[in-house]
Every structure is written in structure tokens, then in C-alpha cells.
């Protein structure tokens, strides 16, 4: 009897495919990773994080992005969101003392509630718990159609985006000198857009290519979701205030189902799928605009680490030293104030 097939996802499955490092030397700052405490939704932690980040590329920092981790279960309800913020500034903390030469937790884009009147003492809070790491907020747009087709789905009301209060928060998280990060789907790209026109001051960065979504009624029509995208997210670019994390496409709810297969892609077939939507972002938003993200470990369930930016480095090497150096580290360094 054959042994079965590993679970996508895990060591086993992923090092399937183990490849010789593109550049090593490259400087790469990861800005989009999550973290879960032990018994959480994901077992990622600081020592699967340094596992991956040390598993070759030259990565030199990274930002956390909230994914409901580690909140607060007591206290005041609109400060409990400060709880993922003091449990990843504590990870920080942890990552330095035990791994001294692994790349750092060096930005955490939290959470908050941008309607709540309250959201100056919320940012406040963060700043405080943060270590001098807090540099944003992500309180996503994403609305899922098919919520039971959803690995993650998400609930966020219809409009979420023109709420004068929701709009206001935006406002204010610029006027502090914080960033806005979305996460949503790609028939929403269109509100992300207003949703930057109302906020001219704010930087909005636009996580995961607005998630092009082939699963459930979308299945098998990656295609035809490529040509609205492109002109919906040329339209997002048209918006200065705007950047774009390059990354995300391997989740499966992308519709790619590498989850599905025997064996995780290499980096040769992770450009052959995905290089159009690659070069299409940054033919709109120019290198100055784009970074490069991992979106670990949800990515994980399809591709690794050392994978993932094999291919990037691959895909980016057409491109000038000078366009590669901000895709790769200087883009997300400018925008989330790294040193």
C-alpha cells in the first residue's frame, strides 16, 4: 500500500520541493507575515517564523500584519485589539533574545474599529504597547459572497467603504503619520478606490493584489477575473496615495489549487501561473509603489518560504537593480518608517 500523500501546508509536503537560492543576497524586507499564539488558529510562531526566514534568502526585517491574534478577553471592548499588538511587540522581544541574527520584527500593522470615537485613545494604546513597532492600521474592506467557499471568509457590511465615520478614521490615521492596509476581494477593488479619493492624505496599501477569488461561482474563470482586475487595479493606481503588496496569490482561495496537488510548485511554476498579474501591478504602480510580500504562513499552505521568493527574484530580474532593490525592501522601508 502506498503511503499517503503528506498534508499541504506541512514540512513534509512543502519540502517536496527544495531549491538552490536565486540571489542570497538580495536584502528583503518581508512586510506582510502573521503570527498566532500557541492554540490559535495557525501554529505559527516566532520559531516557524525564524525557520523561514533563515532558510535562505537574505531577509532583513519584517511587519507583522493583525489577524485577530492574542487579543485582550477582558477589559474595555474597544481596547481589546491591543492585546495582538502586546502579544506581537512581546514576540518581537522574544525573536531578538533567542535568535540574535535572525531578521526582526521591526513594524506591526494592527487592529482597530476606524468608526469608534474612541479610536484616538485605540491608536494611542497601540503606539504604547508596540515597543516603537506600531506603524498602521488594517481594518479590511473584504466582504465574502460565498462565505462557505472561504478559507477566511469575511463579513464586513456592504459600503463599509463610503461610512462617513469609516472614511474619518482613514483621515485620521494619515493626519497621525499611520498607514491604512485593506484586505479584500477583487470585485471591490472599485471601493478601495473611493475609499482612497476620500482619504487624499493617507497612504492606503492595497494587500494581496485586491485578492483575485476563483473558488465557489468563480471557479475555473481565473481568465476572465484577470481582464476586470487589470483595469480595476489600473484605476486604483491612478491614485497617488495608493501602493501595492505583490504577494498572497498562493492562498487558496486564488483558485490556483496547489493545495490540491501531490507537490507544492516550484518557483518555475509559480512564475508560469502568476508572472501576468505580477508584471501587470507593476507596470501600473511602478517599483516605487510595489513590495513584495510572503503572507506567511497562510501562503504556506501552497508554497514555501524560500520558494515564494525564488520566484520573485526570478520574476524581478528583468527589472534595474535600483527597481529590485525597492521592490524587494525599499518601498516597504519607506512606507512603514523602517530603519
Known sequence: MAAPRPTSGTPEWLDQIR??????????VDPHHHLWPKGGALPYGVDELVADTTSGHNVRATVFVECGAGYRTEGPEHLRCVGETEFVAAAAVDLTSRYADAPAIDGIVASADLTDSRLDEILDAHEAAGGGRFRGIRDALA?????DVHTIPSFNAEGKHADAYFQHGV?????????YDSW???????EFAALADAAPDTTLVL????????????????????????????????RPNTVIKLGGLAMPDNGFGYHERGRPPS????????????EHAIECFSPERCMFESNFPID????????????????????????????????????????
Not at 466582504?143 to 462565505?147: L, W
Open 300 to 339: 504556506r499552505f501552497s508554497v514555501s518560504y524560500h520558494v515564494y521568493w525564488n520566484a520573485m527574484q526570478k520574476l524581478a530580474s528583468q527589472y534595474s537593480n535600483a527597481d529590485q532593490s525597492a521592490m524587494f525592501a525599499g518601498t516597504a522601508q519607506q512606507i512603514y518608517s523602517l530603519d
Open 267 to 278: 518557483s518555475d511554476e509559480l512564475l508560469d501561473d502568476q508572472r501576468r498579474w505580477y
Open 143 to 147: 466582504r465574502s459572497v460565498e462565505p
Open 207 to 238: 494587500n494581496h493584489f485586491g485578492t483575485p477569488c476563483a473558488i465557489g461561482r468563480f471557479a475555473g474563470q481565473l481568465d476572465a477575473i484577470f481582464e476586470t482586475w487589470r483595469l480595476s487595479l489600473a484605476a486604483v493606481a491612478e
Open 171 to 179: 483621515r485620521r490615521l494619515g493626519e497621525r503619520g499611520l498607514t
Open 184 to 190: 479584500h476581494y477583487h470585485w471591490q477593488l472599485g
Open 19 to 28: 531549491e538552490p537560492i536565486f540571489d542570497p543576497v538580495r536584502p528583503i
